[in-house]
């Protein structure tokens, strides 16, 4: 890594414009910033343009206006490859993500397509699915894995890419709680920017201090996520509900106080 | 590999057929099966001696008889067609209990019937003693295209997943009370059908989406590389290699 990328900000997202090929428009000029090892929650209710933002951040759509950079690196067609490998998406169903016959080629699909080859490769893998505790699953099949360890491995997989940060789309998503407790773990303990799109409001309040609501295209608040979710108006206004009974400001006092 | 991978097809084990690489195996059992195809159909002898041939490497592989004889029952679609043979072909006919019989429909049952057993036994063989993630390795060593090795590969993966999304979808039918009884009910199976194979196309497109984010541009990285010893090779073609001599015995005499 280079010395500049350490003092830049992980993500920088600015007037970010996007139109589907059928003329439905996404997104109306998104802009933020991500620092370095920061963990962000991205809010919004469905088909707030959420999966089309995430989708530009390692170059998939593009084409609209607006630019997005990554570790100071512009996303386009020359520096695609390192962009791909700098913005690790670990998408909603790990049945998409993990897609090769055990996990220890699927988590090695990635760097060796990067061309990282033997010892190397072994040891990438290895630490990958230390991360996740996972290490003793290289073996199996994905599909014999459950529901939580897929997802776990699903994460080891962009891990082993060693990416400047971790986009994770609705990462809770049909775990168990325990599960879900697991995940948090491990996603707290890894040293990367995390960008974290999310329906489940307590689990983004537990693991990322900040968040971004996307409403209607654009950027409608950022900033602390105990402040967002305890603003009842602007939860009201753009669709967001907490679970029955859940108190962001008892929980900011629990942890805090 | 570990534990949980094995295919039904697959019988675990560690014998020196087990051990072998698996494109020095494939080629062995493509061979095998080449020079049986190969052999004129009146040297009823050098069947005899490939069958013997085939024994042998299943008792080295240690597969049991019975485990290789019901795997061979895939056949039986095949042979209902060679059993037809004697009886609509033309030409010289004989009289066996009865029945008229074409000779030449008679050689080509045999034919059929021996050929295609032997080709099955090698197969069924090559399946027992190989796991399917390492065939696929030795299809690629092999040169074959890539994009059919990838395709293989992707349809093992996929393949229990979407078995899976059609016992939901009957799960599901069947909860709302549907029972399929006969013609009028093959409506209701032909939209099922389509749907899934909607889902599995969307979920193709996902599948590529989740690659292409992790830098695939076209063709699989090699991840296992898969090497085969001389000692290896000479010991997977002595099979293909005494057949062939079984072969050219065959024609000679």
Known sequence: MDPVSTTTASLEVSGLAYAYPDGHQALFGVGFTLRRGE??????????????????LNGILGGGTGSVTVAGLPVGKQHMATVRQKVGIVFQDPDDQLFMPTVREDVAFGPAAAGIKGAALEERVRHALERVGMAEFADRPPHHLSFGQRRRVAVATVLAMEPEILVLDEPSSNLDPASRRELADILRSLDVTVLMVTHDLPY????????????DGVIAA?????????????MRAHRLELPFGFDPRAVARTTHG | MGAGHAHRLYRHGTS???????????????????????????????????????????????????????????????????????FVAQGERVHVLGLSLSVNGLWGAWNVLAKGALGVAASVLLAATTELRQLLLGLERLKLPPLLVQIAGFM??????????????????ASRGFEARGVRHWG???????????????????????????GYTGSMPVVAEAVASPAQWRLALALPCSALVVCLLGWIL
Request: charged share 20%.
């Open chain 2, 16 to 86: 020196p057929v087990h051990a072998l690489p698996p494109h020095a195996k494939l080629a062995a059992a493509f061979l095998f099966v080449l020079v049986v195809v190969a052999t004129p159909r009146e040297a009823m002898w050098a069947f005899a001696v490939y069958a013997v041939l085939l024994a042998a490497a299943a008792r080295l592989a240690r597969v049991p008889a019975a485990f290789l004889l019901k795997r061979l029952l895939i056949e039986v679609p095949f042979v209902a067609f060679a059993v037809l043979m004697p």
């Open chain 2, 156 to 173: 093992i993966r996929y393949g229990d997943v979407i078995t899976d999304e059609m016992r939901r979808m009957r799960i599901a039918r």
């Open chain 1, 39 to 56: 963990r962000a929650a991205l809010l919004g209710p469905n088909g707030a343009g959420k999966t089309t933002l995430v989708l530009h």
């Open chain 1, 222 to 234: 950022d900033g602390p996520t105990g402040d967002l979710l305890s603003d009842e108006e602007l």
């Open chain 1, 204 to 215: 983004a309040l537990e693991l990322c201090p900040r968040s971004l609501i996307l409403s």
């Open chain 2, 188 to 214: 209701v199976l032909a939209k099922s059908a389509g749907a899934l194979f909607i889902r599995s196309y969307e979920r193709g497109e996902r599948v590529h989406l989740a690659m292409v984010s992790r």
